[in-house]
């Protein structure tokens, strides 16, 4: 298991961005090691909810009476505040990586760098894994989680490759998918975008981000601010239009004189992590910060 379970990307910025107001209600719908929202806590919240559906992350609990910790897939945040009583929150924050622990923890198979059970939930309680996609899905189905969420251009040829090895043998493990897989160990790259896209599809992570962006939106107080870390294109994607149109489609909708309809102003349009950093944590390379103000 790793000894650092995650080190939050931009989270300077993330914590300005957010503009905490005392006694403020906030929610970290991410977190993890906790270190987003110690930080919120610091900052002066009145209180903060924070989500997270994998049960390791109660071991990095916050002592503090500003705090509840939510045991849950931030997809149900508006049932949760619904639950508490709380019809408005003054800021929410998503730090969409996964966290180091899921990486370096060996028996979760989330990575191609060491021998595991496909498993890859989030959720441990979930009843399906990864093994259970690649042995289940359609050679069709395959090809478009890898070219969807993946990105990987050769995606139906990946997907032949599988359904050919597990004709002969049941794919259960890391190895057995790198192998079946055909891409040579020397693309990480490209196996790396493999493991991606299977992950994204065993925790339907862009369903439940969109169920949350909504869920925000009509959450957040006018005044309040919400705080995005995107770490692919494809969720970037998603939450750069959200923030533009206030919609999941993207589509800007104007008034009568050509002024943007939009709930949200943009505050950060996508920064990056500086040079600084990079070195310190190489994992922030990837990461894009996006903030915007509900109107």
């Known amino acids: 298991m790793s000894e650092v379970y995650h080190i939050p990307a931009m989270l300077k910025e993330t914590i300005e961005g957010l503009n905490i107001k005392p006694e403020g209600v906030y929610v970290d719908v991410t977190f993890g090691g906790g270190g987003h929202s110690r930080a919120i806590l610091e900052a002066g919240a009145g ?35 619904d639950y508490y009583g709380e019809e408005q929150i003054d800021g929410l924050l998503a730090d969409l990586g996964v966290s180091f622990h899921h990486f370096d923890c060996p028996e979760r198979g989330f990575s191609f760098r060491f021998s595991a059970p496909l498993d890859m939930r989030m959720n441990q309680t979930a009843k399906r894994t ?30 032949k490759n599988i359904c050919r090895a597990r004709a002969q043998k049941a794919i259960e493990r890391t190895e057995d998918l790198v192998a079946a897989s055909r891409i040579p160990a020397e693309m990480s790259k490209e196996l790396a975008r493999l493991f991606q896209a299977l992950r994204i599809e065993v925790n339907d992570e862009m369903g439940a981000l969109r169920e949350m ?38 589509t800007i909708e104007k008034d009568f004189y050509g002024n943007n309809l939009s709930p949200f102003t943009l505050i950060e349009k996508g920064r990056e992590a500086s040079a600084e950093e990079i070195e310190r944590n190489p994992r922030a390379r990837s990461a894009k910060l996006r903030v915007a103000e509900k109107k």
């Open 47 to 81: 209180h903060l909810y924070s989500f997270d559906q994998d049960k390791d992350a109660l071991a990095n609990k916050i002592d503090d009476e500003r705090w509840t910790f939510v045991h849950s897939n931030f997809r149900y945040l508006r049932n949760w505040m």
């Open 130 to 159: 990864a093994a259970d996609i690649i042995n289940s899905y359609s050679e069709e189905e395959l090809a478009n989680i890898f070219y969807l969420y993946g990105e990987l251009k050769n995606g139906r040829g990946i997907a």
């Open 213 to 250: 962006l909504l869920a925000a939106r009509d959450l957040l107080k006018p005044g309040g601010r919400i705080a995005i870390l995107t770490y692919h294109s494809l969720e970037d994607r998603l939450v750069k239009n959200f923030l533009r149109s206030g919609n999941l489609e993207g």
